[in-house]
């Protein structure tokens, strides 16, 4: 089946840190990639997505390329923030139908001053 | 705009007894999800609506849960009766159709006791 495997955390750096949160995927079709954010006592929010293969997803500073070729979906920023942390979800959505969100098991990330 | 609302927030109750979630999505938005969270997992979808045609219960466990929309709009899900495996939180979202971006409730954290 499909699933979405991410590095375990808890993930704890100073402000201003470089972050990589790592995700792979199996997916038996051909599927979207997301990154979800889950701040303290909020919903989930979607941070980015990339669509097609070699597609880069940014927003707020964070980054995710798509790789086909390694199955991969990595989260990434170049100086994080106090108010970066929180529980980061990587996802996925087969693009060939209604099918459903699968996600993996979260990353929860402090960012400490 | 407001986002997808959920109630209550927090519910405690014994085993055995009843619960019910409510869930008012963003407004227009046709698509309707409930997901179940455990601690330290991914949300898991549990059922999806298409306005008020449940098109994807298979991993609601019918024998206890229940969930209804009725007139496509608000949405209700029941649990009768809880067990302590039941301790989760159970997040809403809505999106506009099944391939648009899901908006995310902040959920209703039960504990089961």
């Known amino acids: 089946g499909d699933s979405v495997t991410q590095m375990e955390g808890p993930v704890t750096l100073s402000e201003e840190a470089f972050l990589t949160i790592n995700c792979t995927y199996t997916?038996?079709?051909?599927?979207?990639l997301f990154w979800y954010v889950q701040y303290p006592g909020e919903g989930l929010q979607l941070l980015l997505k990339?669509?097609?293969?070699?597609d880069k997803g940014s927003n707020k500073g964070f980054e995710a390329t798509y790789r086909k070729e390694t199955t991969s979906f990595h989260l990434e920023k170049g100086s994080v923030q106090v108010s970066d942390s929180a529980v980061y979800f990587c996802?996925?959505?087969?693009?060939?139908?209604?099918?459903?969100?699968?996600f993996g098991k979260g990353t929860r990330l402090s960012v400490i001053a | 705009e407001a986002g997808v609302v959920q109630s209550p927030r927090y519910k405690i109750i014994e085993k055995k007894q009843p619960v019910a979630f409510w869930c008012n999505p963003i407004s227009g938005h046709n698509t309707l999800y409930w997901y179940l969270q455990n601690l330290g997992q991914g949300p898991e979808l549990l059922i999806r609506?298409?306005?008020?045609?449940?098109?994807?219960d298979s991993q609601l466990p019918k024998d206890r849960f229940s969930a209804e929309r009725l007139k496509g709009v608000d949405s209700t899900l029941k649990i009768q009766p809880a067990e302590l495996g039941d301790s989760a939180v159970y997040l809403c979202?809505?999106?506009?159709?099944?391939?648009?971006?899901?908006?995310f409730g902040p959920g209703t954290r039960l504990t089961v006791l």
């Open positions: 996802a996925l959505v087969l693009n060939s139908g209604n099918t459903p969100l699968v």
């Open positions: 997916a038996t079709g051909y599927p979207s």
């Open positions: 979202a809505s999106s506009l159709g099944p391939s648009n971006e899901q908006f």
């Open positions: 990339a669509t097609k293969a070699d």
């Open positions: 609506y298409e306005n008020e045609e449940a098109v994807d």
